[in-house]
C-alpha cells in the first residue's frame, strides 16, 4: 500500500525571514491525519534568507538530521560544535537529555534551502552527540547510498534508532530497486525532480508512505519538458521498524 502525501498540501510557515513546508504537523500547523510515520516525526523543507536563521533553543529526545539543498547553514550547539553544512553533508544531531543549538545562514547573499528531520529516538535520556558527514553526489548517482543507520554501517551516520536513512539521485531513465524486509515501512521523500514509486508517479516535494509492500522500484523522470531537459531527482528514502 502507498498513500501520496502531496507537496501542495503540506503546511506552510512563512516569516519573511524563513519559508518552511511541513510534512508533518509542527509549531503552528496541525493535522491529525499527519502526525509523523513511524518512528519519522518531522520532515520540514526550509528556505532561510541570508543573514537570517534560528537562534539558540533548546532539544530533548529527539534524532536530528539536516540535509542541505543549496546554501550553506551554519551550526552551533552547547556540546561545543561548530560547522558549516553543505551541499553533500548529512548532519545528525542527538539531543537525548538536552541540548541548546542554533542555525543560520552565514551567508550575506545567498539563501539556504535544507530539510529538517526529525525521528523519535529508541531510548530516552542517552547522552548528547553530533556528527557530519559528507556524501559525493557520486555515490548517489543510479542509487540509494546509505548515509544514515542505526548501526552507523557502510560509513554512514549514526542514529539510535531502528532505521536506515537513503539517498539516491536518478537522471531520467535511471532506475534503482529496494528490497523491503517483512514487516518494514519505507517512507519515500522526493527532494528535487520527479519519480515513479511503483508505477506511481511523485513530484519534488511530495512524499509517500509505503507499507505491505515487498520492494520500492524507483524511477527518474523528466522535469522542463517544454524545453526537453531532463532534471536528475534527488529522493530520500526511510527504511522504518
Known amino acids: 500500500m502507498i498513500v501520496r502525501r ?8 512563512d516569516f519573511g ?13 496541525y493535522d491529525p491525519r499527519y ?48 560547522s558549516v553544512i553543505l551541499p553533500g553533508d548529512v ?6 537529555t538536552g541540548v541548546l543549538h542554533s542555525e543560520m545562514n552565514p551567508s550575506p547573499n545567498n539563501p539556504v534551502h535544507f530539510l529538517q528531520i526529525w525521528l523519535m529516538p529508541a531510548a530516552r535520556g542517552i547522552e548528547p552527540s553530533y556528527e ?8 548517489k548517482r543510479g542509487r540509494l547510498r546509505l548515509v544514515a543507520a542505526h548501526d552507523g554501517r557502510e560509513g554512514a551516520l549514526t542514529i539510535h534508532q531502528d532505521a536506515d536513512l537513503y539517498a539516491g539521485v536518478l537522471g531520467a531513465g535511471e ?17 528535487r525532480g520527479a519519480v515513479t514509486l511503483n508505477g506511481e508517479a511523485l513530484n519534488q516535494g511530495d512524499g509517500a508512505a509505503v507499507s505491505e509492500e515487498s520492494a520500492l522500484d ?18 530520500l528514502v526511510f527504511d522504518l521498524a
Open 35 to 82: 502526525m509523523g510515520f513511524r518512528a519519522l516525526r518531522v520532515i520540514n523543507e526550509d528556505r532561510v534568507k541570508p543573514g537570517h536563521g534560528f537562534g539558540t533553543h533548546p532539544h530533548r529526545d529527539m534524532e536530528i538530521i539536516s540535509y542541505v539543498l543549496e546554501g550553506e547553514l551554519g551550526h552551533k550547539d552547547s556540546m561545543g560544535t561548530g
Open 91 to 96: 548532519q545528525r544531531m542527538s539531543a537525548g
Open 175 to 191: 532506475g534503482t530497486r529496494f528490497e523491503l524486509r517483512p514487516g518494514r515501512h519505507a517512507w519515500v521523500q522526493v527532494v
Open 132 to 139: 557530519q558527514k559528507t556524501f559525493a553526489a557520486a555515490e
Open 6 to 13: 502531496p507537496a501542495a498540501e503540506r503546511g506552510r510557515a
Open 17 to 29: 525571514w524563513l519559508d518552511s513546508r511541513h510534512t508533518f504537523s509542527f509549531g503552528e500547523y
Open 218 to 235: 524507483l524511477q527518474g523522470g523528466l522535469t522542463g519538458a517544454a524545453s526537453g531537459s531532463a532534471e536528475a531527482a534527488e529522493i
